[in-house]
Structures are given as C-alpha cells and as structure tokens.
C-alpha cells in the first residue's frame, strides 16, 4: 500500500499562501485518486479537492474552489494543495489521502472513501 507523506504546512499570515506537498512512497502514486482534507480543532475531517490518476479530472469544494490548485506530478509520485488568500479559518492539520478505487464525475468527496492517509501537517494562519 502507499505510504503519503505531508509537508509544506507553517505559520503564514492571511491574506498570504501556501504550497502543500504529499510524497508518495512504498507504491507508485499512478493509480491512485488523491484528495485532500483539513481538520481543526474540535471539527470533523473536512473535504477540500480531489484530482484523478491522471490529472484529467478535479474537483473542488466551495470553501476553497476560488483560490487553491490541486496538481500531481506522477513522475516524482508527488501531490501538490497551492492556497492561496488564506484566511484564520483555515487554521487546521491538512491531510492528503489516497484512494486505490476510480472516482465517478464529482464523487469522493468525503474522508470514508479513501484508504491511505498521510500523518497531515499544521497550517496556522495568523490575524
């Protein structure tokens, strides 16, 4: 099974943005949907974007459609979350997920449909 791991996570001010980077070991990240998530304090996991195998199809949620870019480069099995215009209330841990299943049109959306996570790393966003 691939092995994801997070990176790119820190301190930033609003209105500033960030790179978030998950390597994939272990596997090859070709085959794999991959999504990306977020969860603060107290909150449950929250579902942010999710790109095919390919790169050919991806989905947003509301909450940050207007200023992130999900990417995959295959070839380096890394998967890229670029934030941008970042708020306090994006404050959370990010997580990147991996599903080994296709995703029809704008399905996996939510955490229980994917079977490989990443440890998740802290994105604090300071007023």
């Known amino acids: 099974q691939v092995q994801l791991v997070e990176s790119g996570g820190g301190l930033v001010q609003a209105g500033g943005s960030l790179r978030l980077s998950c390597a994939a070991s272990?596997?090859?990240?070709?085959?794999?949907?991959m999504g990306w998530f977020r969860q603060a304090p107290g909150k449950e996991r929250e579902f942010l974007a999710r790109i095919s195998s390919t790169g050919a199809s991806i989905y947003y949620s509301d909450s940050v459609k207007d200023r992130s870019t999900i990417s995959r480069d295959n070839a380096k099995n890394m998967v890229y979350l670029q934030m941008n215009s970042l708020k306090p209330e994006d404050t959370a841990v990010y997580f990147c997920?991996?599903?080994?299943?296709?995703?029809?049109?704008?399905?996996?959306?939510?955490?229980?449909?994917?079977?490989?996570w990443g440890q998740g790393t802290q994105v604090t966003v300071s007023s």
């Open positions: 272990r596997r090859t990240l070709g085959p794999y949907f």
């Open positions: 997920a991996g599903r080994s299943k296709y995703c029809a049109g704008s399905g996996c959306n939510s955490a229980r449909d994917y079977d490989t």
